[in-house]
């Protein structure tokens, strides 16, 4: 199909994607193709539709085929984590992505204790909904990937299996304390801004008050990864005089404070009551759909930095898709933003690269084949 590469050179997962026309189509590699009769009978635990070289693969319209092809490579597999999204949905964290090995387990650990595992499905998949009652916020969480051996008749971890390690900070939904500096002394009046890590941008910003205390209500808080800045009181936040603060470093500071409030930022809970219940989503499928009994929690005057801190009119389709989602309307413009800026970049690559085509020498018609150098 137009646009479309092939051949394509497939990263250490070996995961291949065509989009084609209706029709018969092959499948090749630069590698050999292994002796079906030879491959390994527990590989039907992790492929299916085991491809040989001249095989028909007949494609018709809204059914996807798939196939596997075993070859022989010579080179040692390599386990990797190939994706990763980390996100905050109220009442749960969702953790997800993909190895490079099917069957892999999948543990989600703080320090040595493990609250969550799992085995990829056969395409290196896995997702996980875990509790935020059960996430420590003052330790960041580690993603373990281990090796599994399809090759016993009980497939199992072997005695020295490969293991690849991520490490991340958990999302706080609720923040309430104080504001200390780099010495462990307070900043009254300091600027307090929530930072997306990903891309560095001020989500929200606020000011700690007289005794540098401040909070921030869980619906200004953002369902992706963020850090905390401050900077000290009276000056522009600039990264000479800002302070960099984790989820976990701040919650260590403030551990005496919240034992006493009895506050749980992950659960986003004060003296066991949720402090914004609007802003929680009940569980993975369904959102908490009650304005009635929202809360703005005790925020001390922030502003947004992406619109109005106000809600929209009733019934705006932005308004039902945040609440369908557990998130203000401002966090779903910023989502919708970011989507509409990747498909519009995808639109102008793809028309770039007809124009592209069309342009070619070889679509001219003054344009001649040459007869191609002799490989010796």
């Known amino acids: 199909m137009p646009g479309v590469r092939n ?14 026309e209706p029709g018969t189509s092959y499948l090749t590699a630069s590698l050999v193709n292994a002796d079906l009769t030879k491959v390994h009978p527990n590989a039907a635990l992790a492929y299916t539709n085991i491809y040989k070289y001249g095989d028909p693969i007949v494609e018709t319209i809204n059914k996807p085929e798939q196939r596997d092809i075993p070859v022989l490579s010579g080179l040692q597999p390599i386990l990797k984590l190939m994706g990763f999204s980390h996100l905050q949905l109220g009442e749960q964290t969702r953790i997800e992505g993909r190895a490079s090995w099917p069957l892999t387990q999948v543990n ?35 993603l373990v990937l281990t090796e599994v051996d ?24 609720y923040l309430e304390g104080y504001a200390y500096d780099a010495a462990g002394r307070l900043m009254p009046m300091a ?33 992706l990864p963020y850090h905390i800045e401050y900077s000290p009181a009276n000056v522009i936040p600039a990264p000479a005089n800002t302070i960099k603060v984790t989820i976990p470093q701040f919650v260590k500071k403030n551990k005496e404070y919240h034992d006493t409030q009895l506050i749980h930022p992950m659960k986003g ?28 929690g ?15 009119n009733a019934g705006s389709p932005l308004e039902n898709l945040a609440q369908a ?18 498909v519009a970049a995808v639109l102008v690559m793809y028309i770039r ?14 344009y001649a084949d040459e007869e191609p150098e002799e490989m010796v």
């Open 298 to 312: 005790q925020n001390s005057g922030g502003t947004a930095k992406y619109g109005s801190k106000e809600t929209m």
């Open 150 to 173: 399809l090759r016993e008749q009980n497939p199992t971890i072997p005695t020295n299996p490969k293991t690849v390690e991520r490490i991340f900070d958990p999302i706080a939904r």
């Open 269 to 296: 809970t004060k003296n066991g009551v949720q402090v914004d219940p609007g802003a929680y989503v009940k569980n993975k499928n369904k959102a908490q759909n009650d304005q009635n009994n929202s809360q703005e």
């Open 325 to 342: 989602t557990g998130q203000s309307p401002t966090t779903m413009l910023i989502v919708l933003i970011i989507l509409f800026v990747v």
């Open 108 to 142: 989600v650990m703080q320090g040595n204790v493990s609250i969550a595992q799992q085995n990829a499905d056969k395409f290196g998949g896995f997702s996980f909904f875990i509790d935020n009652g059960s996430i420590d916020p003052s330790q960041q969480l580690k």
């Open 353 to 366: 690269h007809q124009r592209a085509q069309i342009m070619s020498p070889k679509n001219s018609e003054d």
């Open 191 to 223: 600027t307090v801004r929530v930072v997306l890590d990903t891309s560095n941008v001020v989500y929200y910003e606020t000011k700690a008050d007289d005794k540098a205390f401040y909070s921030i209500s869980p619906k200004f808080l953002p369902i």
């Open 7 to 20: 051949p394509v050179v497939t990263r250490e997962d070996g995961m291949f994607n065509f989009n084609i």
